[in-house]
């Protein structure tokens, strides 16, 4: 009979045990299946509402911290938090504008136009005809600018009809005719020279308006006229005093009267300038055509 071994020993048919199998970091194991639980009634809430860190805000009470368009980040509702607290043009925020309103109100990046800039604002008031002509001659530029925009058919149709009826005189020949006509012919004369002259500055402050325009000016066409008439007239006042009485072919009456042209033409330069937003040699080859006329009309005396 054959003897057995009997001892601890390995059960080669048994299968080894395996090791429990680790999960991967982070996950979580599939939670068990449960049943679906029933709809909560009818003005419930279905599930419990989300709580928000809370923080302390100002006065020590613990609120979350939201955007109220009424008040700070944190500061409860109703109650703002100053001026500049929300700046309109700082990065993250938004600014309100009504309709119709400019956003840009500087109009800022525009393009450069002719006369653009100074109509942007008005320069002041409309000047009354005293200071207004008393302004030509003593501070011409910031005339000329601040009635760019403001009508003067009144102190221009007037000034030039006056000067127009003293201009008789301050010719020989016209002058002559004047003092040996009778009073019935001789009104008519004067008159007729007033009407002429107004229509003279009418027709050449339409061409110095109509050039600048062409050389780029955006200038209103009533003020150029009415100023350039102005303008006209009185530049030539000094000559035609004393032309009355020493005759126009005196030499210190022409003399005066190339230094009264002179100033006119700066006049005019100025004037086209200011209410045109031109440079000065535009301005000045605008009123080229006034210049001139002026020159053979009346400085001459070629009427």
């Known amino acids: 009979m054959a003897g057995f071994r009997i ?10 045990q395996q090791p429990p199998r680790q999960q991967p970091y982070g996950s979580q194991q599939a939670a068990p299946h449960q049943a679906p639980q029933a709809p909560p009634p009818y003005g419930q809430q279905p599930y419990a509402p989300q709580q928000w860190p809370q923080q302390a805000a100002a006065g020590g009470h613990g609120e979350p911290e939201y955007y109220d368009p009424h008040g700070g980040p944190g500061a409860p509702a109703g109650q703002g938090p100053g001026p500049g607290a929300y700046p309109g043009d700082a990065p993250g925020y938004t600014q309100a504008f009504a309709i119709g309103e400019d956003p840009y109100p500087y109009n800022q990046g525009a393009t450069y136009q002719a006369g653009a800039a100074q109509a942007a604002a008005p320069t002041g008031p409309r000047l009354p005809w005293k200071e207004l002509l008393r302004g030509i001659v003593t501070r011409p530029g910031a005339t000329f600018l601040q009635m760019r925009d403001y009508p003067v058919w009144g102190p221009a149709l007037t000034v030039t009809f006056l000067y127009g009826l003293l201009a008789v005189f301050g010719l020989d020949d016209a002058r002559k005719d004047v003092i040996n006509a009778t009073l019935s012919k001789a009104i008519p004369i004067v008159l007729s020279a007033g009407v002429a002259f107004v229509i003279c500055g009418l ?16 200038g209103a066409w009533q003020p150029t006229v009415g100023m350039s008439m102005l303008v006209m007239t009185l530049t030539d006042a000094p000559r035609l005093l004393f032309a009355m009485f020493l005759g126009g072919d005196n030499m210190f009456v022409q003399v005066l009267g190339w230094a009264t042209w002179v100033a006119a033409g700066v006049l005019f330069t100025a004037l086209v300038g200011k209410s045109h937003d031109l440079p000065w040699p535009k301005a000045l080859g605008a009123s080229a055509i006034q210049l001139v006329a002026l020159l053979s009309i009346i400085k001459l005396g070629t009427l």
Not at 8 to 14: M, Q
Not at 203 to 218: K, P, S
């Open 203 to 218: 027709i050449l402050g339409a061409v110095t308006h109509t050039l600048a325009r062409q050389l780029g000016g955006d």
């Open 7 to 16: 001892g601890r020993g390995r059960d080669n048919n048994r299968t080894p």
